[in-house]
Protein backbone atom coordinates (compact mmCIF):
# COMPACT_ATOMS: atom_id res chain seq x y z
CA UNK A 1 0.00 0.00 0.00
CA UNK A 2 3.10 2.56 0.65
CA UNK A 3 5.01 1.47 -2.39
CA UNK A 4 1.73 2.08 -4.14
CA UNK A 5 1.28 5.61 -2.75
CA UNK A 6 4.98 6.22 -3.85
CA UNK A 7 4.84 4.70 -7.39
CA UNK A 8 5.87 7.40 -9.68
CA UNK A 9 6.46 9.93 -7.33
CA UNK A 10 9.85 12.15 -7.39
CA UNK A 11 11.72 10.14 -4.90
CA UNK A 12 13.31 13.55 -3.96
CA UNK A 13 9.40 14.77 -2.96
CA UNK A 14 9.08 11.32 -0.64
CA UNK A 15 12.17 12.63 1.77
CA UNK A 16 11.08 15.76 1.69
CA UNK A 17 7.63 14.73 2.68
CA UNK A 18 8.75 12.06 4.84
CA UNK A 19 11.10 14.54 6.46
CA UNK A 20 8.74 16.87 7.13
CA UNK A 21 6.45 14.40 8.53
CA UNK A 22 9.36 13.18 11.11
CA UNK A 23 9.84 16.95 11.88
CA UNK A 24 6.83 17.31 12.77
CA UNK A 25 6.55 14.68 14.94
CA UNK A 26 9.51 15.39 16.79
CA UNK A 27 8.28 18.34 17.63
CA UNK A 28 5.42 17.17 19.26
CA UNK A 29 7.21 15.02 21.40
CA UNK A 30 9.36 17.89 22.03
CA UNK A 31 6.58 20.29 23.07
CA UNK A 32 4.52 17.78 25.15
CA UNK A 33 7.92 17.37 27.19
CA UNK A 34 8.31 21.29 27.98
CA UNK A 35 4.81 20.83 29.39
CA UNK A 36 4.98 18.25 31.65
CA UNK A 37 8.31 19.74 32.54
CA UNK A 38 6.82 22.95 33.54
CA UNK A 39 3.49 21.95 35.23
CA UNK A 40 3.06 18.26 36.23
CA UNK A 41 7.11 18.50 36.63
CA UNK A 42 8.45 22.12 37.64
CA UNK A 43 5.59 23.45 39.33
CA UNK A 44 4.09 20.75 41.62
CA UNK A 45 7.86 20.36 42.32
CA UNK A 46 8.07 24.18 43.71
CA UNK A 47 4.50 23.46 45.34
CA UNK A 48 6.21 20.47 47.21
CA UNK A 49 9.25 22.51 48.20
CA UNK A 50 7.23 25.37 49.22
CA UNK A 51 5.12 23.24 51.40
CA UNK A 52 8.37 21.22 53.14
CA UNK A 53 10.14 24.47 53.76
CA UNK A 54 7.25 25.79 55.14
CA UNK A 55 6.69 23.10 57.60
CA UNK A 56 10.14 21.97 58.21
CA UNK A 57 9.64 18.86 57.95
CA UNK A 58 9.11 16.79 54.64
CA UNK A 59 6.98 13.95 56.26
CA UNK A 60 3.64 15.95 56.45
CA UNK A 61 3.11 15.95 52.40
CA UNK A 62 1.79 13.11 50.84
CA UNK A 63 4.49 11.06 49.46
CA UNK A 64 1.72 10.17 46.65
CA UNK A 65 2.57 14.00 45.51
CA UNK A 66 6.20 14.15 45.68
CA UNK A 67 6.78 10.70 43.47
CA UNK A 68 4.01 12.21 40.97
CA UNK A 69 6.49 15.24 41.03
CA UNK A 70 9.41 12.96 39.81
CA UNK A 71 7.13 10.52 37.56
CA UNK A 72 6.20 13.70 35.55
CA UNK A 73 10.36 14.57 35.76
CA UNK A 74 11.90 11.54 34.42
CA UNK A 75 8.59 9.78 32.14
CA UNK A 76 6.88 13.17 31.43
CA UNK A 77 10.06 15.01 30.44
CA UNK A 78 13.09 13.08 29.83
CA UNK A 79 11.28 10.14 28.84
CA UNK A 80 9.15 11.76 26.16
CA UNK A 81 12.13 13.73 25.22
CA UNK A 82 13.97 10.39 24.70
CA UNK A 83 11.08 8.55 22.52
CA UNK A 84 10.80 11.69 20.21
CA UNK A 85 14.77 11.97 19.64
CA UNK A 86 15.10 8.49 19.32
CA UNK A 87 12.33 7.90 16.54
CA UNK A 88 13.97 11.31 15.15
CA UNK A 89 17.93 10.38 14.59
CA UNK A 90 17.16 6.86 13.89
CA UNK A 91 14.91 7.05 10.74
CA UNK A 92 17.02 9.81 9.61
CA UNK A 93 20.53 7.51 10.65
CA UNK A 94 19.34 4.09 9.39
CA UNK A 95 16.70 1.97 7.19
CA UNK A 96 13.33 2.45 9.12
CA UNK A 97 10.48 1.43 7.46
CA UNK A 98 7.45 4.49 6.24
CA UNK A 99 5.54 3.59 8.44
CA UNK A 100 7.83 4.57 11.97
CA UNK A 101 6.18 7.92 11.34
CA UNK A 102 2.88 6.15 11.90
CA UNK A 103 4.06 4.11 15.01
CA UNK A 104 5.85 7.11 16.38
CA UNK A 105 2.48 8.52 17.10
CA UNK A 106 1.07 5.91 18.35
CA UNK A 107 3.48 5.68 20.71
CA UNK A 108 3.24 9.35 21.43
CA UNK A 109 -0.59 8.89 22.31
CA UNK A 110 -0.14 5.49 24.52
CA UNK A 111 2.71 6.92 26.23
CA UNK A 112 1.59 10.43 27.02
CA UNK A 113 -2.08 8.84 28.26
CA UNK A 114 0.16 6.73 31.06
CA UNK A 115 2.11 9.42 32.20
CA UNK A 116 -0.62 11.47 32.36
CA UNK A 117 -2.75 8.94 34.27
CA UNK A 118 -0.31 8.05 36.58
CA UNK A 119 0.31 12.30 37.37
CA UNK A 120 -3.25 12.58 37.90
CA UNK A 121 -3.58 9.63 40.32
CA UNK A 122 -0.75 10.95 42.17
CA UNK A 123 -1.80 14.14 43.22
CA UNK A 124 -5.76 12.99 43.10
CA UNK A 125 -7.33 13.42 47.10
CA UNK A 126 -8.89 9.97 46.31
CA UNK A 127 -6.73 8.31 43.74
CA UNK A 128 -8.66 5.85 41.72
CA UNK A 129 -5.93 2.88 42.44
CA UNK A 130 -6.62 0.65 39.48
CA UNK A 131 -5.57 3.62 37.58
CA UNK A 132 -1.97 2.89 38.64
CA UNK A 133 -1.13 -0.21 36.79
CA UNK A 134 -3.62 1.23 33.53
CA UNK A 135 -1.30 4.05 33.25
CA UNK A 136 1.91 1.70 33.53
CA UNK A 137 0.47 -0.36 30.74
CA UNK A 138 -0.20 2.14 28.34
CA UNK A 139 3.67 3.60 29.14
CA UNK A 140 5.04 0.18 28.35
CA UNK A 141 2.56 -0.39 25.45
CA UNK A 142 4.10 3.23 24.13
CA UNK A 143 7.68 2.62 24.90
CA UNK A 144 6.85 -1.65 23.08
CA UNK A 145 6.09 0.10 19.97
CA UNK A 146 9.04 2.12 20.53
CA UNK A 147 11.35 -0.39 20.86
CA UNK A 148 9.63 -2.39 18.65
CA UNK A 149 10.04 -0.22 15.71
CA UNK A 150 14.20 0.95 16.46
CA UNK A 151 15.43 -2.16 17.04
CA UNK A 152 14.61 -3.27 13.10
CA UNK A 153 17.21 -0.18 13.00
CA UNK A 154 20.04 -0.92 9.92
CA UNK A 155 22.76 1.29 9.53
CA UNK A 156 22.07 3.37 6.55
CA UNK A 157 24.54 1.75 3.38
CA UNK A 158 27.34 2.97 2.57
CA UNK A 159 28.83 4.15 -1.04
CA UNK A 160 32.06 4.39 0.16
CA UNK A 161 34.38 1.67 -1.49
CA UNK A 162 35.55 -1.69 0.67
CA UNK A 163 34.00 -3.35 3.30
CA UNK A 164 30.92 -2.61 4.91
CA UNK A 165 31.64 -2.25 8.63
CA UNK A 166 29.35 -5.34 10.57
CA UNK A 167 30.25 -3.48 14.25
CA UNK A 168 28.02 -1.22 15.66
CA UNK A 169 29.68 1.94 16.83
CA UNK A 170 30.16 2.47 20.77
CA UNK A 171 28.00 5.49 21.57
CA UNK A 172 24.93 3.54 19.22
CA UNK A 173 26.17 -0.03 21.71
CA UNK A 174 25.46 2.38 24.66
CA UNK A 175 22.41 3.60 23.50
CA UNK A 176 21.32 0.16 23.20
CA UNK A 177 22.27 -1.15 26.76
CA UNK A 178 20.58 2.07 28.13
CA UNK A 179 17.22 1.32 26.11
CA UNK A 180 17.30 -2.34 27.51
CA UNK A 181 17.51 -0.31 30.84
CA UNK A 182 14.50 1.78 29.80
CA UNK A 183 12.40 -1.25 29.00
CA UNK A 184 13.52 -3.13 32.38
CA UNK A 185 12.29 0.19 34.19
CA UNK A 186 8.85 0.10 32.80
CA UNK A 187 8.31 -3.45 33.70
CA UNK A 188 9.57 -3.18 36.59
CA UNK A 189 7.19 -0.15 37.12
CA UNK A 190 4.07 -2.14 35.74
CA UNK A 191 5.38 -4.44 38.90
CA UNK A 192 5.34 -1.88 41.55
CA UNK A 193 2.08 -0.63 40.00
CA UNK A 194 0.39 -3.49 40.38
CA UNK A 195 1.58 -4.36 43.81
CA UNK A 196 0.66 -0.60 45.18
CA UNK A 197 -2.88 -0.84 43.36
CA UNK A 198 -3.19 -4.60 45.31
CA UNK A 199 -2.02 -3.25 48.33
CA UNK A 200 -4.74 -0.46 48.86
CA UNK A 201 -3.03 2.06 50.93
CA UNK A 202 -2.65 5.10 48.48
CA UNK A 203 -0.85 5.90 45.20
CA UNK A 204 2.70 6.09 46.71
CA UNK A 205 4.90 3.42 46.89
CA UNK A 206 6.22 2.55 50.56
CA UNK A 207 9.39 4.52 51.16
CA UNK A 208 11.59 1.60 51.39
CA UNK A 209 10.83 0.08 48.31
CA UNK A 210 10.78 3.48 46.45
CA UNK A 211 14.61 4.35 47.94
CA UNK A 212 15.81 1.14 46.77
CA UNK A 213 14.35 1.40 43.44
CA UNK A 214 15.09 4.91 42.87
CA UNK A 215 18.52 4.47 41.04
CA UNK A 216 16.78 2.34 38.70
CA UNK A 217 15.49 5.26 35.85
CA UNK A 218 18.48 7.53 36.80
CA UNK A 219 21.52 5.19 36.67
CA UNK A 220 19.84 2.41 35.21
CA UNK A 221 18.68 4.43 31.15
CA UNK A 222 19.04 8.48 31.42
CA UNK A 223 22.46 8.50 32.23
CA UNK A 224 23.91 5.93 30.32
CA UNK A 225 21.67 7.49 27.44
CA UNK A 226 23.45 10.83 27.84
CA UNK A 227 26.46 9.41 27.96
CA UNK A 228 26.12 7.48 24.85
CA UNK A 229 24.69 10.34 22.69
CA UNK A 230 27.95 12.30 24.58
CA UNK A 231 30.22 9.98 22.80
CA UNK A 232 28.47 10.40 19.64
CA UNK A 233 28.03 14.35 19.80
CA UNK A 234 30.90 15.94 22.02
CA UNK A 235 33.94 15.16 19.84
CA UNK A 236 32.24 17.47 17.17
CA UNK A 237 30.60 19.80 19.49
CA UNK A 238 33.41 20.76 21.52
CA UNK A 239 36.64 19.34 19.55
CA UNK A 240 37.34 16.74 21.91
CA UNK A 241 39.37 13.63 21.10
CA UNK A 242 37.65 10.53 19.85
CA UNK A 243 36.26 8.62 23.09
CA UNK A 244 37.50 6.03 25.01
CA UNK A 245 35.39 3.24 24.02
CA UNK A 246 36.44 0.85 26.73
CA UNK A 247 36.36 3.45 29.15
CA UNK A 248 33.19 3.84 28.62
CA UNK A 249 31.75 0.57 29.10
CA UNK A 250 33.47 0.20 32.07
CA UNK A 251 31.32 3.30 33.46
CA UNK A 252 28.17 1.85 31.99
CA UNK A 253 28.70 -1.68 33.97
CA UNK A 254 29.39 0.16 37.16
CA UNK A 255 26.39 1.96 36.78
CA UNK A 256 24.15 -1.01 36.17
CA UNK A 257 25.98 -2.70 39.03
CA UNK A 258 24.79 -0.14 41.38
CA UNK A 259 21.52 -0.15 39.97
CA UNK A 260 21.29 -4.12 41.05
CA UNK A 261 23.28 -3.16 44.51
CA UNK A 262 20.61 -0.60 45.30
CA UNK A 263 17.96 -2.60 44.85
CA UNK A 264 19.26 -5.55 46.32
CA UNK A 265 19.31 -3.70 49.55
CA UNK A 266 22.73 -2.48 49.65
CA UNK A 267 22.90 1.50 49.30
CA UNK A 268 26.51 1.73 50.28
CA UNK A 269 27.84 -0.75 47.73
CA UNK A 270 25.83 1.26 45.49
CA UNK A 271 26.86 4.92 45.58
CA UNK A 272 30.21 3.34 45.92
CA UNK A 273 30.09 1.98 42.86
CA UNK A 274 29.01 5.42 41.11
CA UNK A 275 32.12 6.50 42.06
CA UNK A 276 34.15 4.49 39.55
CA UNK A 277 31.42 4.74 37.06
CA UNK A 278 31.40 8.28 37.12
CA UNK A 279 35.09 8.80 36.66
CA UNK A 280 35.63 6.31 34.15
CA UNK A 281 32.51 8.32 31.92
CA UNK A 282 34.33 11.06 32.38
CA UNK A 283 38.23 9.95 31.23
CA UNK A 284 36.42 7.58 28.57
CA UNK A 285 34.23 11.01 26.90
CA UNK A 286 37.87 13.39 27.60
CA UNK A 287 35.32 16.15 28.86
CA UNK A 288 38.29 18.04 30.65
CA UNK A 289 41.16 16.77 28.42
CA UNK A 290 42.12 20.13 25.56
CA UNK A 291 39.82 20.43 22.75
CA UNK A 292 41.89 20.01 19.36
CA UNK A 293 39.43 21.76 16.95
CA UNK A 294 37.11 24.47 17.71
CA UNK A 295 34.17 24.16 19.78
CA UNK A 296 30.99 24.56 17.27
CA UNK A 297 29.17 27.40 18.58
CA UNK A 298 27.09 28.41 15.66
CA UNK A 299 23.44 28.88 16.89
CA UNK A 300 24.34 28.57 20.69
CA UNK A 301 26.03 30.73 23.61
CA UNK A 302 29.72 30.74 23.69
CA UNK A 303 29.94 29.26 27.42
CA UNK A 304 28.13 26.11 26.04
CA UNK A 305 31.62 24.18 26.10
CA UNK A 306 31.87 25.54 29.77
CA UNK A 307 28.53 24.48 31.16
CA UNK A 308 28.59 20.76 29.72
CA UNK A 309 31.75 20.25 31.40
CA UNK A 310 29.88 21.95 34.51
CA UNK A 311 27.50 18.93 34.33
CA UNK A 312 29.96 16.69 34.72
CA UNK A 313 31.28 18.42 37.90
CA UNK A 314 27.45 18.28 39.33
CA UNK A 315 27.73 14.26 38.34
CA UNK A 316 31.03 14.21 40.80
CA UNK A 317 28.83 16.51 43.35
CA UNK A 318 25.94 13.77 42.79
CA UNK A 319 27.76 10.40 43.34
CA UNK A 320 30.02 12.15 46.00
CA UNK A 321 26.52 13.28 48.35
CA UNK A 322 25.56 9.57 47.68
CA UNK A 323 28.67 7.61 49.40
CA UNK A 324 27.77 10.85 52.28
CA UNK A 325 24.16 9.72 52.36
CA UNK A 326 24.66 5.95 52.77
CA UNK A 327 26.89 6.82 55.68
CA UNK A 328 24.98 9.37 57.58
CA UNK A 329 21.64 10.33 55.89
CA UNK A 330 19.39 10.74 58.62
CA UNK A 331 16.53 12.46 57.27
CA UNK A 332 16.81 12.29 53.29
CA UNK A 333 18.43 15.29 53.08
CA UNK A 334 21.63 14.40 51.95
CA UNK A 335 19.92 11.92 49.38
CA UNK A 336 17.80 14.15 48.24
CA UNK A 337 20.63 16.64 47.48
CA UNK A 338 22.72 13.75 45.66
CA UNK A 339 19.38 13.22 43.22
CA UNK A 340 18.92 17.16 42.67
CA UNK A 341 22.42 16.80 41.99
CA UNK A 342 22.06 14.30 39.44
CA UNK A 343 19.02 14.74 37.75
CA UNK A 344 19.04 18.87 37.47
CA UNK A 345 22.75 19.53 37.84
CA UNK A 346 23.50 17.31 35.73
CA UNK A 347 20.88 15.83 33.62
CA UNK A 348 18.71 18.37 33.11
CA UNK A 349 22.21 20.55 32.86
CA UNK A 350 22.80 18.49 30.01
CA UNK A 351 19.47 18.76 28.56
CA UNK A 352 19.25 22.64 28.68
CA UNK A 353 22.92 22.72 26.66
CA UNK A 354 22.98 20.34 24.19
CA UNK A 355 19.24 20.01 23.93
CA UNK A 356 19.46 23.93 22.70
CA UNK A 357 21.99 23.19 19.95
CA UNK A 358 20.82 20.13 18.35
CA UNK A 359 16.58 20.40 19.23
CA UNK A 360 15.99 23.56 16.67
CA UNK A 361 17.38 21.53 14.36
CA UNK A 362 15.54 18.38 14.49
CA UNK A 363 12.25 20.21 14.77
CA UNK A 364 12.20 21.83 11.35
CA UNK A 365 16.06 22.70 10.66
CA UNK A 366 15.15 25.87 12.64
CA UNK A 367 18.00 27.76 14.42
CA UNK A 368 17.90 29.05 18.29
CA UNK A 369 15.92 32.03 19.12
CA UNK A 370 18.45 33.76 21.72
CA UNK A 371 22.19 32.78 22.81
CA UNK A 372 21.24 35.02 25.27
CA UNK A 373 18.05 33.53 26.90
CA UNK A 374 19.74 29.88 26.23
CA UNK A 375 22.74 31.79 28.75
CA UNK A 376 20.25 33.02 31.05
CA UNK A 377 18.82 29.37 31.83
CA UNK A 378 21.89 27.77 32.03
CA UNK A 379 23.20 29.94 34.64
CA UNK A 380 19.67 30.15 36.67
CA UNK A 381 19.61 26.54 36.55
CA UNK A 382 22.94 25.97 38.25
CA UNK A 383 22.24 28.92 40.39
CA UNK A 384 18.96 27.44 41.81
CA UNK A 385 20.58 23.82 41.75
CA UNK A 386 23.28 24.97 44.13
CA UNK A 387 21.18 26.63 46.33
CA UNK A 388 18.87 23.59 46.50
CA UNK A 389 21.96 21.05 46.86
CA UNK A 390 23.08 22.96 49.59
CA UNK A 391 20.17 24.15 51.08
CA UNK A 392 18.73 20.54 51.35
CA UNK A 393 21.45 19.30 52.97
CA UNK A 394 22.31 21.82 55.65
CA UNK A 395 18.56 22.32 56.74
CA UNK A 396 17.04 18.54 56.22
CA UNK A 397 19.32 17.38 58.33
CA UNK A 398 19.44 19.91 60.62
CA UNK A 399 22.69 21.62 60.42
CA UNK A 400 21.87 24.98 59.56
CA UNK A 401 18.35 25.78 60.99
CA UNK A 402 17.52 29.04 58.87
CA UNK A 403 18.54 27.31 55.58
CA UNK A 404 14.79 26.36 55.59
CA UNK A 405 14.33 29.95 54.28
CA UNK A 406 16.60 29.37 50.94
CA UNK A 407 14.53 25.86 49.84
CA UNK A 408 11.96 28.46 48.55
CA UNK A 409 14.54 30.42 46.96
CA UNK A 410 16.20 27.88 45.20
CA UNK A 411 12.72 26.63 43.84
CA UNK A 412 11.42 30.11 42.70
CA UNK A 413 14.97 30.16 40.47
CA UNK A 414 14.45 26.82 38.96
CA UNK A 415 11.26 27.73 38.07
CA UNK A 416 12.51 30.73 36.12
CA UNK A 417 15.05 28.66 34.47
CA UNK A 418 12.61 26.29 33.41
CA UNK A 419 10.42 28.59 31.73
CA UNK A 420 13.32 30.07 29.78
CA UNK A 421 14.39 27.36 28.62
CA UNK A 422 10.56 26.08 27.55
CA UNK A 423 10.08 30.13 26.19
CA UNK A 424 13.62 29.90 24.29
CA UNK A 425 12.42 26.61 22.81
CA UNK A 426 8.56 27.32 21.83
CA UNK A 427 9.70 30.73 20.08
CA UNK A 428 12.31 28.64 18.15
CA UNK A 429 9.67 26.47 16.79
CA UNK A 430 7.04 29.10 16.17
CA UNK A 431 10.01 30.92 13.79
CA UNK A 432 10.31 29.34 9.95
CA UNK A 433 13.13 27.70 9.30
CA UNK A 434 16.87 29.17 9.11
CA UNK A 435 16.75 28.77 5.19
CA UNK A 436 13.69 30.52 4.63
CA UNK A 437 14.90 33.29 7.31
CA UNK A 438 17.93 33.67 5.37
CA UNK A 439 15.66 33.92 2.26
CA UNK A 440 13.67 36.53 3.76
CA UNK A 441 16.70 38.61 5.14
CA UNK A 442 18.53 38.50 1.35
CA UNK A 443 15.05 39.66 0.31
CA UNK A 444 14.79 42.72 2.21
CA UNK A 445 18.63 43.47 1.56
CA UNK A 446 18.11 43.32 -2.41
CA UNK A 447 14.62 45.98 -2.22
CA UNK A 448 16.81 48.10 0.26
Known sequence: MLASKSAGRNPTQVIVERESKLQTLVTVYITTGLVFLLLPGTFLGVWNLLSISARHTVAMLPAAWIQAHGHAQIFGWLG?????????????????????????????????????????????????????????????????????????????????????????????????????????????????????????????????????????????????????????????????????????????????????????GFPLLAASLLLPATAASIAGLRVFEPAIQPAKLNGVHSSFPAFVRLAYVWMIVATSLGVFAALADRHHGIWGASRHAITVGFLAAMVFAIGQKVLPAFCGARVLFSPALMLASLVLLNLGCMLRVVSEVLAYENYVPWMWRVLPVSAIVELTAVAVFAANLVITFLRPPAHLVNIQSLKAATRS
Open 80 to 264: TFILGIGFYSLSKMGNLPAFAVSRGWLAYFLWTAGVLLRWLTGVASHPWLPALPIAAVLELAGFLVFFRTVSGHRPAPTSAPGPTPSAKPAWMLIVIASTTGFLLTMLVNLGVSIYVAARGAGAAVPDSLDQRLLMLPVWGFLVPTVWGFNARWLPTFLGLRAPRNAWLYAACLSAFAAVAASAA
